[in-house]
Every structure is written in C-alpha cells, then in structure tokens.
C-alpha cells in the first residue's frame, strides 16, 4: 500500500512490515495534518488517498491511528465485533454442533420445566448459539507485560481479527528509547505490521541511532530524507 498527500513529494511506503519517521517541525503543520489524518479515518473526506496496485482503497478500512500509547482499547469494537463472528462460526462447525445442541436441547428444557412449574405464565427465549456464547462470556486474553508489548498485542489483534496491518503512532519517541523503538520495529517487520511514527521535532541522534528510514518536514514545509 502507498498513502500519498497533495502538499508531499513522497510516498509513504505501508507493505511488508516497513517503518518510517515523520518528523514535523512546525507544531502548527503537525497538527493540521494529524486532524485532517483523523478526520478521513473516521470516515470524512480529506486530501489524504491510500492506493494498492494502482487502485484506491479506503483509509479507514486499512490505517489505524494510535494517538498514544496509553489510550490503546483492546477492546475495540472491531476486535470484539470479529471474534463474536469467529466464535458463532465455532459453535456451529463439525467438530461442536452436536454438543452445542445438546446443550441448547438441555437449557430449553430446563427452561420448560421453570416454566411449567410457575404459578402464573410467562415466556423465554428460545436459546440459540448466539445466547450460549454470550452466557459464557468469551473475550479475548491479553498477554503482555509492559506498554511495548501491549502496542505489540494491539496491532496483532487488529491485524489478525481486523486484517489492518498498518499503523501510524503519535508521539513515539517522547516515551521509548530509541533501544526500545528498534525493538518494536522489529517485531513489526516479523509480522508484517507497517508503522509510521508522527513525530514533532525528534533530534539527530534519535534519528541515527534509529536506523528508520525518515521523512522531516521542516519549519520552511520542505522534506529532508533520511535512509536509516
């Protein structure tokens, strides 16, 4: 996938497990581009366009936009909407639907017996795998032990349940160390997340010890590349 934008020059580059800084010198400009970057992710129009093999795709089907750190939600709608499906699906393949409607068999009969026994008449809804699972509350575990892992969970559940496999971070390099940002990187490329650190100004040896391709975007708006 490639995100473009009128007023750049470059591409950025979403395939494949790949990361990049955006530094922008200008708070005024950063924050522009972040608002207008939110707005078409939920769904307005915006100048921002994201392309696949020639052909645009929609930005907030494709792009998550993390604005920090501390305020990921795993429990995220999509990811709770996505495993609800999956779990439906299980309930009702091969290997369970005899169990599961022997238990559903088991539960109206019960249901029967209450209610032929009470003393005035009343009605119950007839149970069905969608009531099964949600009286067992499945939820997805977490397992993780610090904030860089629990990015890591985040994107993986996205990727996995969602198929979103690209995400842009705000303020990255104000709460890791550049040790610890390489180690994300890391574990992205290994499973093909593709991150975007939106930074404001970040300094030259963060920018070198990271090795991360980057993209500054001056207090003059002219970009200056950096490989890494």
């Given at each position: ?14 395939d494949d497990g790949s990361s ?149 971070i705000i303020g990255m390099t ?55």
């Amino acid at each position: 996938m490639k995100l473009v934008h009128p007023s750049w020059n470059h591409q950025i580059i979403l395939d494949d497990g790949s990361s990049m800084i955006l530094s922008f010198e200008n708070p005024h400009t950063f924050r522009n581009y972040i608002k207008e970057l939110k707005s078409q992710l939920e769904g307005e129009d915006g100048r921002f366009v994201l392309s696949e093999k020639g052909e645009e795709i929609p930005l907030k089907d494709n792009v998550i936009l993390i604005p920090s750190v501390f305020s990921l939600d795993l429990d995220d709608k999509r990811i709770n909407s996505k495993l609800q499906s999956m779990l439906k699906a299980e309930v009702v393949s091969e290997d369970h639907y005899l169990k599961s409607q022997e238990i559903l068999s088991m539960i109206e009969k019960y249901a029967e017996d209450v209610a032929d026994s009470f003393p005035y008449r009343i009605r119950y809804a007839e149970p069905d795998p969608v009531s099964l699972i949600k009286f067992l509350g499945f939820e997805a575990e977490y397992d993780y032990t610090d904030e860089l892992d629990r990015i890591l969970e985040y994107m993986n559940l996205m990727h996995s349940f969602c198929n979103v496999s690209a995400f842009f971070i705000i303020g990255m390099t104000l709460f890791f160390s550049v040790d610890e940002i390489r180690m994300l990187v890391d574990n992205c490329k290994s499973l093909k997340h593709s991150v975007v650190f939106l930074e404001g100004v970040v300094s030259e040896e963060i920018l070198k010890e990271s090795g991360i391709k980057s993209v500054i975007i001056d207090a003059d708006e002219c970009e200056i590349f950096s490989e890494g």
